[in-house]
Each structure stands twice: as C-alpha cells, then as structure tokens.
C-alpha cells in the first residue's frame, strides 16, 4: 500500500498550492469526490522511488464554535484516511484560533502529523515559526509553497521516516 498524507489546515494557508507542487510532475490526479465528501482530492506523487498518495482538503473554516463544528467533515475522513498527516498554517498571518482547533483534534487522533509553517518567503523562517511552538507539534517544517522552497527537503525527512 502507498502512504497517504493528508493536507490539513485552515483556509488560504496554501494547501492547494503545495498539493500542485507535490503532484504537478505526475499530473496524475486519482479522484475526485464531490457531494457527501466534499471538495477531497487525491493526486500521485513520487519523492525520489517512493510513490505515495497526497489528499488535498478544502480546508477548516475555524469561523465555527468548538471542534467538531470547526473542522469540516472532508478534512475529518481524510485524516482518518491517512497514515501522516500535514498540518499546514500560515507565517504571515500567524497562529490562529483555528490553528489551535486543528491541533487539538491531531493530537486526540493519534495520527503522526507535522506542522508546516509555509508563506516564509520574506520572512525570517525561524522567527516566523515561533508562535507555532505552542501547537506542541512533535515536528515541523517551514516551506514557501508558492515558491517551491523547503518542499523537497520536507520529503526527503518524510520519506526517510517510512
Ligand atoms: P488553501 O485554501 O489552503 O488551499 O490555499 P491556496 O493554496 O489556495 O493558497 C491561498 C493563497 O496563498 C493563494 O493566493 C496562494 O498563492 C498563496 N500562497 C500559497 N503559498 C504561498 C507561499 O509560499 N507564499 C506566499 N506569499 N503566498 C502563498
Ligand atoms: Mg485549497
């Protein structure tokens, strides 16, 4: 079986973005699901011989009272889909009541997940990253998506780890 990584996040965090990034050479999507299982969508991916499946969510509005209201139900299955999940937020707008949300059902999921701090491009990668300590994520990464910086390096500790 391949490994299935989810994105997770928040809206305008850049989730579709690094999804192009991650399958564009393959130009390989998989499937998409739409009705009941909104907006979930899965593309082939290859890091060096490793294939693997990513699954791009339509992302957790945060807008929403408590967890389970916040979180949308096709980001919930497509973490229940997936053996590592990436948690995406955003360095420049900063760590958000919606991030903590994310965080907090990660960590009752059990699911191996990373934090990826992505839009640093401009900023100071590490200081930008700070603030997101607190999620108390295991592991993190800083990317810029949109620039294609910090993504394969991000694979190659991922990979390296199956
Ligand atoms: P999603 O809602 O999480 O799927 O986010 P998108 O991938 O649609 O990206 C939201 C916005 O953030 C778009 O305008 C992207 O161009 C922008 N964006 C994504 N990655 C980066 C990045 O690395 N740096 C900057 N500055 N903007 C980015
Ligand atoms: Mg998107």
Redesign the pocket.
């Known amino acids: 079986m391949k490994p299935v990584i989810a994105?997770v996040?928040?809206?305008?965090?850049?989730?579709?973005?690094?999804?192009?990034q991650i399958t564009r050479s393959r130009d390989a999507l998989v499937a998409n699901f739409s009705g009941l299982t909104r907006d979930r969508k899965y593309g082939a991916a290859r890091h060096d011989d490793v294939s693997f499946i990513v699954i791009?969510?339509?992302?957790i509005s945060g807008e929403e009272e408590g967890i389970d209201a916040a979180m949308a139900q096709q980001s919930l299955l497509a973490i229940d889909e997936a053996d590592e999940v990436l948690f995406?937020v955003?360095?420049?707008a900063g760590l958000t009541p919606a991030d903590q949300h994310i965080a907090h059902h990660l960590r009752r999921t059990g699911k191996v997940a990373h934090l990826v701090v992505?839009?640093?491009?401009?900023l100071d990668a590490e200081q930008a990253a700070a603030e997101f300590h607190q999620l108390g994520m295991s592991s993190s990464f800083h990317?810029?998506?949109?620039?294609n910086?910090g993504i394969r390096a991000m694979l190659d500790v991922l990979v390296a780890n199956w």
């Open positions: 994105l996040g928040r809206p305008n965090v850049g989730k579709s973005t690094l999804f192009n791009d969510t339509g992302g995406l955003d360095a420049r992505n839009k640093t491009d401009g990317i810029a998506a949109a620039h910086r």
